[in-house]
C-alpha cells in the first residue's frame, strides 16, 4: 500500500468545523484504503496571537529564541491534537506527535533552524498499527533536546521532508488556493491556475514569493524528486474525499522554451544598503557573517564598483529581520554609510529564458510607466526580471504586469507577431504556449 503525507495549512484547520471537514476527508480516504499520515499548521492566526501576547508579557524580548520556539510549537500541537480527536469520533485510530515526538532532529537555531535527520520511529510504528499519525508541523527537537521552530512556511518543509524520510508516493499539501496560478488569485481576478509545473518551476515561483509552497519546502522536493500536489481544502467535505484538482509538481523540463511562468510578489520585505564598503571579498564575507551570526537569513544579496573601486552591497531580506540585520553589520562595516529602506515590495517576472523575451519584458514595463509606477532596482536574469516598487502600489504593479503578459494586451501583441510562414513561432507565442500549462 502506498503512502500519501497530507499537509493543512493554518486556514484549512482553523475553526471546529474547519477541522471536523478535515476529518470527514481524511476517513473517507481511510475509507477507500489509502495509508495517510497528515502534517498540520496551527489553527488561523494562532501564532500571530502568540507572538502578541509575548510582545505584551516582555515588550523587549528580541526574537528569535528558545522561549518563543516553546511558546509557538504550542500552536500545532493544539491543532494536531484537535484534529487526532475528531479522527477517533469518526473512527478512525489517530495519535498526534510533536515534532520531536516524530524524532525531527534540527540544529539548534532557534526561529529558523533546519532538519538534519528524521528519524519518524513513532511515525512508522502507528502506520503499522493501522493509525494515522497527525504531526505538529514547523516544529523539531536539537541535538540538545530544545524545542525548535522552522521558521515561516515551516509546516510545508516539514511535510515535504517527512515525505522523502517516510518513501511517500506523494505529499498533498492543502492551502486555501486550489493551486500555484500566474499571480496570486486573490490580487488578480483572471490570474490562471498551472494544472501542473516542474520542480524547478515551482521553486522559482516560491522564491518569487508565491505564497502556496513555501521555497524550502520546493527546494527540498527537488532535491529528492519528491512529487507533491497542491490543493484547496476549501473544496473538501464530499463524501468521496478531495478532489483531484489542484497543481501537480514533478519531475523536469524536457525543453528550453522561452516562457513566463507568473507574476509573483513580496510585500514584507526590507532593502539594507551599504555603501562605501572597503573592496574585496573580505568585507563581503565579513558582512555575511555577521549577518549569519544574528540568524538573518538573506533573500538576495547583490554587490557592485563603482569607479574610484568602492563597493556597495544591497540586501534584500524580511521586514520584521530588518532591525537584528542593521544592527549586526553596522559591528563590522567600518566607515561604510548604512540605508534601511523598510518596508519595500520585490516583484518578480518569473519564468525561463527571459532574457530572451527583451521586447515582451519592455512592453510590460512601459505599463508601469504609463500608469506612473516609479521602479527601482531592475535586474534580469534567465530565470525572471526583479524590480522594486513602493508598497503601496505593489498590487496595481502585479495586476498591469500580468495584464500586460497574459492577457488582451498580450494577445493582441501575438496575433500582430504570428508568423507568416508555417513552423516559425515569435518569442511571445512560445511565452502564451508555455505558460498555459
Known sequence: MSLTVLKFGGTSVGSPERIRTVAHAIAALRARGEELAVVVSAMGD??????????????????????LDVLLATGEQHAAALLALALEERGVRAVSLTGAQAELMTDGRHGDARIRLIRARRIRRALAEGCVPVIAGFQGMSASREITTLGRGGSDTTAVALAIALGAERCDIYTDVDGVYSADPRVVADARRHARLTHQEALRLALAGACVLHARAAALALAHHQPLRILSSLRLGSDDGPAPAGTFIDGAAAV??????????????????????????????????????????????????????????????????????????????????????????????????????????????????????????????????????????????????????????????????????????????????????
Open 46 to 67: 494562532t501564532t500571530d496571537r502568540l507572538l502578541a501576547l509575548a510582545a505584551a508579557v516582555a515588550p523587549g524580548v528580541r526574537s528569535p529564541g528558545r522561549e
Open 256 to 437: 528550453e522554451t522561452p516562457q513566463i511562468l507568473g507574476v509573483a510578489a513580496v510585500l514584507d520585505a526590507a532593502r539594507l544598503v551599504l555603501d562605501d564598503v572597503p573592496a574585496g571579498t573580505a568585507s563581503t564575507a565579513a558582512v555575511l557573517g555577521a549577518l549569519d551570526a544574528a540568524h538573518v537569513s538573506l533573500d538576495r544579496l547583490d554587490e557592485s564598483r563603482t569607479s574610484d573601486g568602492a563597493c556597495r552591497l544591497s540586501a534584500l531580506l524580511r521586514a520584521d529581520r530588518a532591525a537584528e540585520a542593521e544592527r549586526a553589520v553596522r559591528e563590522v562595516a567600518g566607515g561604510a554609510r548604512i540605508q534601511l529602506q523598510c518596508p519595500v515590495a520585490r516583484i518578480t517576472i518569473v519564468g525561463t529564458g527571459v532574457s530572451a523575451l527583451g521586447g515582451v519584458v519592455a512592453a510590460a514595463l512601459q505599463r508601469l510607466a504609463h500608469a506612473g509606477i516609479e521602479v527601482d532596482a531592475v535586474s534580469i536574469t534567465e530565470l525572471g526580471l526583479v524590480l522594486h516598487v513602493a508598497p503601496a502600489r505593489a498590487d496595481e504593479t502585479v495586476r498591469l504586469l500580468h495584464d500586460a503578459l497574459f492577457g488582451a494586451g498580450a494577445q493582441r501583441r501575438e496575433r500582430r507577431a504570428a508568423p507568416r510562414r508555417p513552423g516559425l513561432v515569435t518569442p511571445l507565442a512560445a511565452v502564451r504556449a508555455g505558460s498555459a500549462t
